[in-house]
């Protein structure tokens, strides 16, 4: 009987660990909406721009500037990296590189269930 | 603890390479391992003052990707050169017009080159100090080089405009890059701050009213002027007041 309750328990916490997770994949989605909406369509530059220099990195936003300069620093990054560099919080972190690969100044790569952020340089490895 | 300084001024002519060389020297000379590099493509002066006249690799071509930074650095010939190293930029006109003409995605690379020296100089070449000499201005090798730093410091006259310029510069660049930022104001003529009381009202003042963070304020030796930039001053007088004041300074960059 005892032994039932475990396996229920367990199961129980499984589901648990999974709803969560569902859970901080759409409040990271919901993150990426929400920044977006804050940036209305015309104050996004019409031609995708070439390059993250220093002129640049000082137009930009605020929060969106610390992350892209940490992505500078870093090479190539995942949010969880960013996150830790920056001290803000992943889906944060997560939501401002997304914005920043929207508005062409990043680059995104999948590798597995990891997403890697890289600042694209010519005739230079990753 | 191991640190890249850039040295930075929103007027020429206030002192940047005076204070760049002389800081590298008496920290050399306290035995830390230095890089004193000169970012200034547009007027490079350390190969003079240092009188290294020619060199295999300038930091221009490591900036353009052809070159390690190993290549680049040279031993300084100097009283302190187990310890002093010197990254030059090439002083030829067709350098200067080269350089000049950069664009966007040149730049975006160099900062990318920049970023990387710290963990080149600082971890694998175990530097404790690389300091960077830069042009005056909103410069994109300056701006590029105060992203690359952990500590800028900016030296500035007292003339109204140079310190009005140095408070945009504070407020619309170094503040923006989340900087540590220490101000020199130099040249002060020596009169006006003859005793060590006079100096510190003065910096305290000049703190009040610019509303910076003043670290220091420096005075105008004659002395200074003398030797043209022929040598290092704190190196060729170590005993003058000046040299005195030169370390002070270098102590308190040392604990921003």
Redesign the interface.
Known sequence: MKSREKTLRRSEMQLLEKIKESLDKLNEKMEIIIELQKQEPRNLPEQLP?????????SLP?HL??TA?TI??L?RATADEVAEQTKRARAVESAYLNQLVLMGYLKKERVGRKAYFY?E????KQ | MKKIIAVHSYKGGTGKTLMSTNLAAIYAMNKYKVALFDMDFRAPSLHAIFKVNSTKYWLNDYLNGICNIKNVIVNCPSKVNDYLYLGLANPSTEAIREMSAKDRKWEMKALGRLLSLRNTLLNDLDFDYLIMDTSPGLQYSSINAIVSADTVIVITTMDISDIQGTQRMVRELYDLFEKKTGIIVNKVPIEMISTLEEREKLRKKYEEISNLPVIDVAPCFCDVLRLGGNTIFSLEKPEHPFTKILKEIATKIQKL
């Not at chain 1, 070439?50 to 000082?58: E, F, H, I, R, S």
């Not at chain 1, 340089?121 to 230079?124: D, I, T, V």
């Open positions: 070439d390059a993250l220099d220093v002129m640049t990195l000082l605020d500037r610390k300069i500078c620093k090479g600042v340089r010519e005739g230079e």
